[in-house]
């Protein structure tokens, strides 16, 4: 989460093969200028949470996930829940009712995307204690962990790592990149220059102070050098907030 994952599912969903079952919905609601319900609507069309309720692997009925995904013939659909690669009862669920789901992970700089997902649950969440908020950021940013548990339910091959810092940059190469991960043709859209403009609501980052800042990315290093040892792709000069720590990636 705060990693950019709806800015990219918005460029996506442009390709004509790549359809979004409930963004017709979500648009035809009015347009609201409360943070919390502007926030619902942007993400209706792209989050469907539905994993998120359990809190245990359960078995379930795979047509009852199925459902959300009707679309015509010769397109693809799916949904982007960033909060599925957190969860540890996710991946193996998934598994169960959709083996051959093409998985997509979208990662930021770990200190940045802490200064963000605090900024959104200060707006949404004004009076969680900061010591919770910042415990649980700290949790969501051990990139290498949840990745290695997706490792454990799907093969390497139907998971694609991307990183916000590329795609901001090279939006045209990173599609191309995404849509023949993804099995569409890549040449039958490409995102402009208005792919950088940011989707959704924007909200003030905290401050954290250097002591702070220098003890998160000392505190995440080994969770890192996890990730660069299954993911040795990620390019951590592309992080200037871990760059400078003792990194290995064999």
Not at 34 to 62: C, L, M, S
Not at 131 to 160: C, K, M, V, W
């Amino acid at each position: 989460m705060k990693s950019g994952t709806t800015w990219w599912w918005t460029l996506l969903t442009g390709h004509p093969a790549i359809v979004s079952p409930r963004e017709a919905q979500a648009a035809a609601q009015p347009r609201s200028h409360d943070p919390r319900t502007q926030q619902r609507q942007i993400y209706r069309a792209k989050e469907i949470d539905f994993f998120n309720h359990f809190g245990a692997v359960e078995d379930i009925n795979p047509a009852d996930y199925h459902r959300y995904f009707p679309r015509p013939d010769h397109t693809i659909a799916g949904e982007w829940t960033p909060r599925y690669i957190y969860d540890w009862w996710t991946p193996p669920m998934l598994k169960a009712v959709a083996a051959q789901a093409k998985l997509l992970v979208l990662l930021r700089d770990p200190l940045e995307r802490l200064a963000s997902a605090l900024g959104f649950h200060r707006a949404l969440s004004p009076h969680q204690h900061p010591a919770t908020a910042i415990n649980h950021q700290f949790h969501h940013a051990l990139y290498g962990q949840q990745l290695h548990r997706l490792q454990d339910s799907f093969p390497r091959e139907q998971i694609l790592v991307l990183q916000y810092e590329q795609c901001v940059a090279d939006p045209q190469g990173q599609a191309r990149r995404t849509f023949e991960f993804l099995g569409v043709e890549p040449e039958a859209w490409q995102p402009d220059l208005a792919a950088r403009r940011q989707v959704g609501p924007s909200f003030p980052k905290p401050e954290l102070n250097q002591a702070t800042r220098e003890a998160f990315c000392r505190a995440i290093a080994p969770d890192i050098t996890q990730l660069l040892r299954d993911f040795p792709e990620i390019d951590t000069t592309l992080w200037p907030s871990i760059d400078h720590l003792p990194l290995r990636c064999c």
